[in-house]
Antibody, heavy 129, light 106 residues
Framework: QVQLQQSGPGLVKPSQTLSLTCAIS??????????WNWIRQSPSRGLEWLGR?????????DYAVSVKSRITINPDTSKNQFSLQLNSVTPEDTAVYYC???????????????????WGQGTLVTVSS | DIQMTQSPSSLSASVGDRVTITCRAS??????LNWYQQKPGKAPKLLIY???SLQSGVPSRFSGSGSGTDFTLTISSLQPEDFATYYC????????FGQGTRLEIK
């Protein structure tokens, strides 16, 4: 049974960096069949996919255009976890953040579809001074 | 960008009713459409992937259909635990969720 356990602060000041970690049990961050995602949810933006990291002989990252200049998702193989860093946050980044396992279908090395079958418990992050 | 439109945005129904929720894409997304259920304070739960494949452990009263631009999620006989918000998600291009359909008790 796959479980994802999120950790990180619930309050971040404007212009600072939001950092969250997602610890994986029951699977491996280096899995050749999974992708590891961050998704957030707010009343104004709904559910918004932020990005993912995955391993297919080497590490890859994909990021949403809306946050691409500010986001980093990193795997940590020693702790079997992955992390989210979102820089230069504003109150617009206030949301519940989720990590999720993706099960992508790949054709000739390209992800053509994905769905999220396991989710973390969610972390409410408030951006406020 | 491909836009996803769910309808209705909210729905009232009774236990035992058959319910259908629709998701429409602004252009063809083949069968790259997934459905999730979310209850208050909880993470979304995958119900259907690839338009019509039932996720393991999900009751058979849930079913999905469609391809191209028009998709439906059907609950054949509503149970008390099914009252929740439902989201579609396309995975053809940038991963994008619909705005949700809130299913309430009549």
């Amino acid at each position: 049974q796959v479980q994802l356990q999120q950790s990180g602060p619930g309050l971040v000041k404007p212009s600072q960096t939001l950092s969250l970690t997602c610890a994986i049990s029951g699977d491996s961050v280096s899995s050749n069949s999974a992708a590891w995602n961050w998704i957030r949810q707010s009343p104004s933006r709904g559910l918004e996919w932020l990005g993912r990291t995955y391993y297919r002989s080497k590490w890859y990252n994909d990021y949403a255009v809306s946050v691409k200049s500010r986001i980093t998702i990193n795997p940590d193989t020693s702790k079997n976890q992955f992390s989210l860093q979102l820089n230069s946050v504003t109150p617009e980044d206030t949301a519940v953040y989720y990590c999720a396992r993706g099960k992508p279908t790949m054709v000739r090395g390209v992800i053509i579809t994905d769905h999220f079958d396991y989710w973390g418990q969610g972390t409410l992050v408030t951006v406020s001074s | 960008d491909i836009q996803m439109t769910q309808s209705p945005s909210s729905l009232s129904a009774s236990v035992g009713d058959r319910v259908t929720i629709t998701c429409r894409a602004s252009q063809s997304i083949s069968s790259y459409l997934n459905w999730y259920q979310q209850k208050p304070g909880k993470a979304p739960k995958l119900l259907i992937y690839a338009a019509s494949s039932l996720q393991s452990g999900v009751p058979s009263r849930f079913s999905g259909s469609g391809s191209g631009t028009d998709f439906t999620l059907t609950i054949s006989s509503l149970q008390p635990e099914d009252f929740a918000t439902y989201y579609c998600q396309q995975s053809y291009s940038t991963l994008l969720f619909g705005q949700g359909t809130r299913l309430e008790i009549k």
